[in-house]
């Protein structure tokens, strides 16, 4: 399991000067927010917005995306607002965290359905098409 330390050291061995005060922040709401939260695998939530971070880290991101990572769920599955993100984070990291569930809103969504609306228009221009082609007016 991931240790928000681990995530400190790691970012420390590629930018030591980093701004520590910004990712204890983030973490900090971050786990308060999800706190009595649960995954399905019956680990407490926190587990995933760690994992996260740590990855982010891997990748020698900056500390304001490393926030980010820590606190990218709190919109979509906390009461926090994005007016309170600004509030305690500052318009960058706020946006950020909101482009970030806004993305995951259509990460999921299958090839079928994101072409279901080519589709449909393909279909209402078929008719017309096959009109055209037989010298039929639409």
Do not use: W
Not at 87 to 108: M, N, P, Q
């Amino acid at each position: 399991m991931t240790r928000f330390e681990d995530i400190l050291d790691k970012v420390e061995s590629y930018k030591p000067d980093f701004d520590e005060e910004l990712l204890q922040k983030a973490y900090i709401f971050s786990a308060r927010e999800h706190r009595g939260q649960v995954r399905s695998s019956g680990e407490p939530y926190l587990v995933h917005p760690l994992n996260v971070a740590h990855i982010l880290a891997d990748l020698h991101l900056d500390e304001t995306s490393i926030a980010v990572g820590l606190l990218h769920d709190v919109l979509e599955d906390t009461l926090t607002t994005k007016e309170k993100l600004q509030e305690v984070f500052g318009e960058d990291v706020a946006e950020l965290v909101d482009g970030v569930t806004k993305i995951s809103r259509y990460a999921y969504v299958s090839k079928e359905e994101q072409q279901r609306p080519a589709r449909r228009a393909g279909q209402a221009c078929r008719p017309s098409a096959q009109h055209a082609y037989a010298g039929i007016p639409p």
